[in-house]
């Protein structure tokens, strides 16, 4: 095996098993298509979202952070981001091609499952109310994977607002038509929400840490 593959391996066995180590980077060497035994420093930073899901699926908790950065650095990608993705929602079809979209981006920055069902699921229930009650709308989506890991999403539209949000926010509006529904549960998918509406349109803001 070649150096960066024993870089690379000797930083995941300081996490997790030497057998699991080692079939986590292989397995991260034959998704890019690479050979594990000429792996280059280029190879090495193809590999980094693959490792990065692997170390946040398997290795403790507590020293994921550290495992990220060590591998970051390897890498040579710790301070990479994805550009923002600017998506425009004006028929039913856009709102699967959107979720599809933020589960790629999720992907490029090695997001684990679990946050990766959360934003496709809050890209998805946003871009759906824009379609439903406001005529179309703007979805952005942007990530970064350095030491702040986040994937960030933002709906706009020019709809006519939300007149009882407060009571849409706290659960307690019924609707036959399913109106606020998705509102409430981006809320609750997010680790940071914001929300503002009027008469000239509705804007979210949600945030997801990796």
Request: aromatic share 4%; charged share 25%; proline share 2%.
């Given at each position: 095996?070649?150096?960066?593959?024993?870089?690379?391996?000797?930083?995941?066995?300081?996490?997790?098993?030497?057998?699991?180590?080692?079939?986590?980077?292989?397995?991260?060497?034959?998704?890019?298509?690479?050979?594990?035994?000429?792996?280059?420093?280029?190879?090495?930073?193809?590999?980094?979202?693959?490792?990065?899901?692997?170390?946040?699926?398997?290795?403790?908790?507590?020293?994921?952070?550290?495992?990220?950065?060590?591998?970051?650095?390897?890498?040579?990608?710790e301070h990479d981001t994805v550009d923002t993705i600017v998506?425009?929602?004006?028929?039913?079809?856009?709102?699967?091609?959107?979720?599809?979209?933020?589960?790629?981006?999720?992907?490029?920055?090695?997001?684990?499952?679990?946050?990766?069902?959360?934003?496709?699921?809050?890209?998805?229930?946003?871009?759906?109310?824009?379609?439903?009650?406001?005529?179309?709308?703007?979805?952005?989506?942007?990530?970064?994977?350095?030491?702040?890991?986040?994937?960030?999403?933002?709906?706009?539209?020019?709809?006519?607002?939300?007149?009882?949000?407060?009571?849409?926010?706290?659960?307690?509006?019924?609707?036959?038509t399913g109106l606020g529904r998705g509102l409430l549960g981006?809320?609750?998918?997010?680790?940071?929400?914001?929300?503002?509406?009027?008469?000239?349109?509705?804007?979210?803001?949600?945030?997801v840490a990796l």
């Amino acid at each position: 095996m070649e150096a960066e593959f024993e870089k690379a391996l000797a930083v995941l066995q300081r996490y997790i098993s030497p057998v699991n180590a080692r079939s986590m980077l292989l397995r991260a060497v034959q998704q890019q298509g690479l050979d594990a035994g000429g792996l280059t420093r280029d190879g090495l930073k193809r590999c980094g979202p693959s490792l990065r899901r692997g170390i946040a699926l398997f290795v403790d908790a507590s020293r994921q952070e550290a495992a990220l950065q060590e591998i970051g650095k390897l890498c040579g990608n710790e301070h990479d981001t994805v550009d923002t993705i600017v998506l425009h929602i004006t028929a039913e079809s856009d709102i699967g091609k959107a979720r599809a979209e933020a589960r790629r981006i999720c992907d490029a920055v090695g997001a684990n499952p679990f946050a990766m069902q959360k934003v496709a699921t809050i890209v998805s229930e946003l871009a759906r109310n824009m379609v439903l009650y406001a005529g179309g709308g703007i979805v952005e989506i942007s990530s970064a994977n350095g030491q702040s890991r986040r994937v960030m999403i933002t709906g706009s539209d020019h709809g006519p607002g939300i007149p009882n949000l407060q009571e849409v926010l706290s659960g307690r509006y019924k609707s036959r038509t399913g109106l606020g529904r998705g509102l409430l549960g981006t809320k609750r998918l997010a680790d940071r929400f914001d929300v503002s509406t009027g008469k000239d349109g509705t804007r979210v803001v949600a945030e997801v840490a990796l």
